[in-house]
């Protein structure tokens, strides 16, 4: 579905934009260009006071163990966020374990604290941290907005069966600059 309007209660939500996962080559954006958006995004959210969530993934959940960041192979900046988003004091931080952002995290809390009742997602991957957010976003009843050119996938195939498949059944869909323009 086509954006319709951005809530005055919204909060920006970037999954994943960290130095390990923004090394690895995206499609159909580039990481670069996926970094690019979310940072303009950012930056008008917070000079309209709306709330900025930063998410990141430490690890994998406890107890699995065929894919681990614990082992030590990971560089010690993996998690780190990249430095282009000018993280701010104010933004909330969550660091996830899973593909999605809200299980096991203060997410929703964080957001209801604030009153926020829309999400605007971007971030990387689109078929999996950004699908999974928005997905656990929508049945937890907050109004989902994607930013379509705010995220990327390994496969350009991929990003588009959610855009076109999953996302118009969980919320609206825009790109940057559309969201950039309906900003309330």
Known sequence: ?????????????????????????????????????????????????????????????????????????????????VPELDVQDTDIRVTKQSWGAFYGTSLDLELRRRGVTQIVLGGIATRFGVESTARAAHEHGYHVTVAVDACTDISADGHRASVEGVFPRLGETATTDEILATLP
């Open 1 to 81: 579905m086509a954006l319709s309007a951005i809530d005055p209660r919204s909060a920006l939500v970037l999954i994943d934009l960290q130095k390990g996962i923004t090394s690895i080559p995206g499609a159909p954006f580039t990481p670069a260009e996926v970094i690019e958006r979310g940072t303009r995004l950012a930056t008008e959210f917070r000079l309209r006071g709306l709330p900025v969530v930063l998410v990141n993934v430490k690890a994998t959940p406890p107890g699995r163990t065929e894919i681990s960041l614990r082992s030590g192979t990971a560089a010690p900046d993996w998690t780190d966020l």
